[in-house]
């Protein structure tokens, strides 16, 4: 069965370096997400991507988060300036019409600030 | 704003009980809903994806309702095994392609 994958499972870095974070989709799907979870909370949206730019953000995703899709099959999530509070689990998503909507998630990139 | 609340919050059950989750909504203007499975430390496993004009879905042992009017969906697991165990997430989305808005959660144990 076709899944998401996201790269690294976990990753340690230091307050104020940046940080990427992989994804690569389903293949044929159209839409992709991320979302992220702070220990012990709900899962939070931070920005939606169709037609190769955002169509939704939320408050979280400030100037200091960017995404791309710099090929045809990777979504990024980009960390300018990574803080204490950014330490979560970051999930990736994708979704297509085919599938009635199902949205499928990644297993999560384990990010934690020091 | 959307609210999404899950109850209970957390549950223990002896294996082979049947149970039902609860997930209410504040907005009935949802488009999907859909029921997922998350076990420590780990992603989010889709289980059951209700459309708006739809009432249930079911997919082997587990049974998900959906009443909009109420502004309510279920989620029923029958005959709970050990490996059930784990926090079950409803979310919904109000347009295709929309973002999901996520509940709280509920915390399933099942004791062999």
């Known amino acids: 069965e076709p899944e998401v994958t996201q790269t690294p499972s976990h990753q340690v870095t230091q307050m104020g370096q940046e940080v990427i974070l992989r994804c690569v989709p389903i293949?044929?799907?159209?839409?992709f997400y991320w979302y992220r979870q702070i220990l012990g909370q709900k899962v939070e949206f931070l920005v939606s991507?169709?037609?190769?730019?955002?169509?939704?953000k939320s408050e979280i995703f400030d100037d200091q988060f960017s995404v791309e899709r710099p090929d045809g099959s990777n979504f990024t999530l980009k960390i300018r300036s990574t803080k204490l509070e950014d330490s979560a689990m970051y999930f990736c998503?994708?979704?297509?019409?085919?599938?009635?909507?199902?949205?499928?998630f990644g297993e999560g990139s384990w990010l934690t600030v020091v | 704003k959307q609210e999404v609340t899950q109850i209970p919050a957390a549950l223990s059950v002896p294996e082979g009980e049947n149970l039902v989750l609860n997930c209410s909504f504040t907005d009935s203007a949802i488009y999907n809903l859909q029921w997922f499975r998350q076990d420590p430390g780990k992603g989010l496993t889709s289980l059951l994806l209700?459309?708006?004009?739809?009432r249930e879905q079911t997919s082997g042992r587990l049974n998900a309702s959906l009443d909009k009017s109420s502004g309510r969906s279920t989620l029923y697991i029958a005959a709970s095994q050990p490996g059930d165990s784990a926090t079950y997430l409803c979310a919904f989305e109000k347009s295709s392609g929309d973002k999901l808005t996520f509940g709280t959660g509920t915390r399933l144990a099942v004791r062999p």
């Open positions: 209700i459309q708006s004009s739809q």
């Open positions: 998503a994708s979704s297509s019409r085919s599938t009635g909507n199902t949205i499928y």
């Open positions: 991507f169709y037609n190769n730019e955002i169509s939704e």
């Open positions: 293949s044929n799907h159209l839409y």
